[in-house]
């Protein structure tokens, strides 16, 4: 994977409250997201002091520990997690953590990013590209078949997460799904993850984004994002604002 423009490793975390606040909120809607898509699979995660954390292997490309506070314990983190089967990864989310004695090395590492509510986007959408939320669960295979390359879907995307607090959003061009997001609410921020395009990225936020404003007026946007990919959000008026890092398990 890409890991971006920026160099992370074992800095110290320094933000000012604004900025704080921000990637708090930022994180916790992550981490809320992947307890969703766990719960979805059957596995029961936990907010615990400092982290989420699943004991049982979670889901493809989803981690088994997200920090929520940069005074999180790497040693108490990973007692939580189950590292003794392959895959285990941990999602350390102020890029703070040395996990290398732990037996992990880094997976890829990224900014998360915030867009303020009510900002304009810049340009617009692909023409003939119409975005609106999947209604019905038996679009689910469509739209993770068309997030992974025209693969066939596994799975990964269950119908529970369909409706409260997630959407997940489809860009269609002549019936065909060429492009995508997910959208998830928490208290005070809507993150948006898994975007992909057919196309290129500025022109799927740029439908995105006001998508996400008709469906949750007045709330800033967050994810996290590196190298191009975090250039394209950056064009589209998100700022990063602050650091984080995937550890893969290999010992």
């Known amino acids: ?41 059957g596995l ?28 999180a314990s790497a040693a108490d983190l990973v007692a939580r997690i189950d590292t003794a089967s392959p895959g285990c990864s941990v999602k350390d989310s102020f890029a703070c953590l040395d996990l290398e004695p732990l037996g992990f090395e880094t997976l890829f590492e990224a900014q998360w990013i915030h867009r303020p509510a009510g900002k304009a986007v810049s340009g617009a959408s692909a023409r003939d590209v119409t975005w609106g939320p999947l209604t019905d669960a038996g679009s689910l295979p469509e739209w993770e078949s068309a997030w992974n390359d025209g693969d066939e879907s596994e799975g990964l995307f269950r119908p529970e997460l369909l409706g409260g607090d997630s959407t997940f959003l489809a860009a269609r061009s002549e019936g065909r799904i060429v492009a995508g997001a997910i959208a998830s609410r928490s ?38 994002e590196s190298g191009e990919s975090l250039d394209a959000a950056v064009r589209q008026g998100f700022t990063p604002i602050g650091p984080l890092r995937v550890w893969l398990h290999t010992a």
């Open 44 to 71: 029961a995660g936990e907010f615990g002091a400092g982290a989420w954390s699943s004991t049982r292997r979670t889901p493809p490309l989803y981690p088994d520990a997200v920090s929520l506070t940069p005074q």
């Open 187 to 224: 208290a005070s921020v809507v993150g948006i993850s898994n975007l992909f395009t057919s196309a290129d990225e500025e022109s799927a936020w740029a439908g995105c984004l006001p998508e996400v404003a008709r469906l949750w007026p007045g709330l800033p946007v967050v994810g996290y």
């Open 1 to 41: 994977m890409d890991a971006g423009p920026f160099s992370v490793h074992h800095r110290p975390v320094i933000m000012d409250d604004e900025n704080s606040a921000l990637v708090r909120a930022a994180v916790r809607n992550n981490a809320e997201w992947c307890d969703a898509v766990c719960r979805a699979h």
